[in-house]
């Protein structure tokens, strides 16, 4: 009996369930959060090569511990420290934005989408994605280019202060008169918050994905830009043929139709937040009158 305890206290006591307590709980919701945010930045970015680099490292290293080449090890733990400062300041510019998007996101209404959230996505209306769908199609008709970004969780109020405040409620009458030729607003890109055009004549930041069409100008990297620092939706008119396009997380989706744009945006607002596995489905109805 005394040799089964012994070998029950010896061996197998690791075997039984820790103590856990609420506090660890919460700290491994807190840390799978952040794991969660820190692989989504990675793969988004251009730190995911690094990760694949770092992993080829450390296979190479296990290799050579395995097979005692003490002096490829010596110089593993010698460069470490300096490979670490050199990794910072290669990734400085996306540890910046990763940074920014943190200061910019609110992550309390992240995890619980509050009615205000709700609220916003309801406004985006049917009626409101018509407008926008007809005005997109009419300015391509004339061949008038244009740059319409939609927001939605992250705040662009950054980019709208670069432009001129509008804050009208969103026609597509008015998003044509917008990008009218030889107009003061027709310059750079308008910026829409739910049932609204914020501004006009916005600024955007540049892509500079080496891998884009390099028949792509300006106009095409701005709305491609502002798609990988935040979470909008770009649409985009081009000026030289008239046809289409939209951006999303960076991706451009060239030459689409109008069916295309309509169902895009409205799965951009029937799109659900899927929080600690429970989906949270965005508002369905446009509630206009209530918006004005
Ligand atoms: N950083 C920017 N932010 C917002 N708008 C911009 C930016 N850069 C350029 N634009 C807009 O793009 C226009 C220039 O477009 P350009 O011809 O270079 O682009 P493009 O992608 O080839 O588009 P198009 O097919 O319409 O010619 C500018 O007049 C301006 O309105």
């Given at each position: 009996?005394?040799?089964?305890k012994?070998?029950?206290?010896?061996?197998?006591?690791?075997?039984?369930?820790?103590?856990?307590?609420?506090?660890?709980?919460?700290?491994?919701?807190?840390?799978?959060?952040?794991l969660?945010?820190?692989i989504?930045?990675v793969?988004?970015?251009?730190?995911?090569?690094?990760?694949?680099g770092?992993?080829?490292?450390?296979?190479?290293?296990?290799?050579?511990?395995?097979?005692?080449?003490?002096?490829?090890?010596?110089?593993?733990?010698n460069?470490?420290?300096?490979?670490?400062?050199?990794?910072v300041?290669?990734?400085?510019?996306?540890?910046?934005?990763?940074?920014?998007?943190?200061?910019?996101?609110?992550?309390?209404?992240?995890?619980?989408?509050?009615?205000?959230?709700?609220?916003?996505?309801?406004?985006?209306?049917?009626?409101?994605?018509?407008?926008?769908?007809?005005?997109?199609?009419?300015?391509?008709?004339?061949?008038?280019?244009?740059?319409?970004?939609?927001?939605?969780?992250?705040?662009?109020?950054?980019?709208?202060?670069?432009?001129?405040q509008?804050?009208?409620?969103?026609?597509?009458?008015?998003?044509i008169?917008?990008?009218?030729h030889?107009?003061?607003?027709?310059?750079?890109?308008?910026i829409?918050?739910?049932?609204?055009?914020?501004?006009a004549?916005?600024?955007?930041?540049?892509?500079?994905?080496?891998?884009?069409?390099k028949?792509?100008?300006?106009?095409?990297?701005?709305?491609?830009g502002?798609?990988?620092?935040?979470?909008?939706?770009?649409?985009?008119?081009s000026?030289?043929?008239?046809?289409?396009?939209?951006?999303?997380?960076?991706?451009?989706?060239?030459?689409?139709?109008?069916?295309?744009?309509?169902?895009?945006?409205?799965?951009?607002k029937?799109?659900?937040?899927?929080?600690?596995?429970?989906?949270?489905?965005?508002?369905?109805?446009?509630?206009?009158?209530?918006?004005?």
């Open positions: 009996m005394d040799a089964i012994n070998f029950i206290d010896n061996y197998l006591i690791w075997m039984s369930l820790p103590q856990f307590t609420k506090t660890d709980i919460f700290e491994i919701l807190i840390i799978a959060f952040a969660y945010h820190i989504l930045w793969k988004n970015t251009k730190a995911w090569v690094i990760v694949k770092i992993i080829v490292l450390l296979i190479f290293s296990l290799i050579a511990s395995i097979l005692h080449l003490n002096v490829i090890l010596w110089i593993f733990k460069t470490i420290s300096v490979s670490i400062v050199a990794v300041i290669v990734f400085q510019p996306e540890l910046r934005k990763a940074l920014e998007q943190l200061g910019r996101k609110n992550l309390v209404s992240s995890i619980i989408q509050f009615e205000d959230s709700k609220d916003k996505n309801e406004k985006f209306s049917d009626k409101i994605i018509s407008e926008i769908v007809r005005a997109t199609f009419e300015l391509a008709k004339t061949k008038t280019g244009a740059l319409i970004v939609i927001e939605r969780n992250i705040i662009l109020s950054e980019y709208e202060r670069t432009g001129i509008i804050d009208s409620i969103i026609s597509s009458q008015l998003l008169n917008i990008f009218e030889n107009t003061p607003l027709h310059d750079g890109a308008v829409l918050r739910e049932n609204r055009i914020a501004a004549t916005c600024y955007l930041p540049l892509s500079d994905n080496m891998q884009l069409s028949d792509l100008g300006t106009r095409h990297r701005a709305g491609i502002i798609s990988e620092e935040t979470d909008a939706v770009t649409i985009i008119v000026e030289e043929t008239g046809k289409v396009s939209v951006a999303e997380s960076g991706r451009l989706i060239r030459n689409i139709d109008g069916d295309y744009l309509k169902t895009k945006l409205q799965d951009m029937k799109k659900t937040t899927e929080v600690k596995g429970i989906k949270l489905w965005k508002g369905r109805r446009g509630n206009e009158k209530k918006a004005d």
